[in-house]
């Protein structure tokens, strides 16, 4: 599944080792309200079982509609760079145009950074466009 989103052997075991993680705090959960349960009433073993089939339903129901939000989330963190930019009011001191166009560092997904701006008039660069606009 995530080898074909291009990432890294580290970067799976990881989101495996999450995944892990989540079920072992699942089970926990549902092992814990059992044994309360049971505690409380010695019949209560009928309903903790009830209990942890509607549990495990729910997760089961709930399971493919949370691995595609994941696969979602990573799709556009790979694709997208994982950064939207607000657009900033722009006028170039130089030749008045109000486009610009922002440079990033190659870098694709989530360590994407800005390296600068260029003025879509001149093509003067710049660092910060705030401080370079007019307006």
Do not use: W
């Amino acid at each position: 599944m995530l080898i074909e989103f291009g990432f890294s052997e580290r970067r799976q075991k990881v989101y495996r080792r999450g995944i892990e993680k989540l079920d072992e705090a699942t089970l926990k959960l549902v092992n814990d309200a059992i044994e309360r349960a049971f505690a409380e009433a010695p019949d209560a073993l009928e309903l903790a079982e009830d209990f942890l089939k509607a549990v495990m339903k729910d997760i089961n129901e709930r399971l493919p509609e949370m691995e595609k939000e994941v696969n979602d989330k990573l799709r556009r963190e790979r694709e997208g760079g994982g950064q939207e930019e607000e657009p900033i009011p722009f006028e170039c001191r130089m030749c008045g145009c109000a486009e610009y166009t922002t440079h990033y560092n190659g870098v694709k997904g989530p360590r994407s950074s800005i390296t600068g701006y260029e003025c879509n008039g001149c093509s003067v660069t710049f660092n910060d466009v705030a401080e370079f606009s007019n307006k």
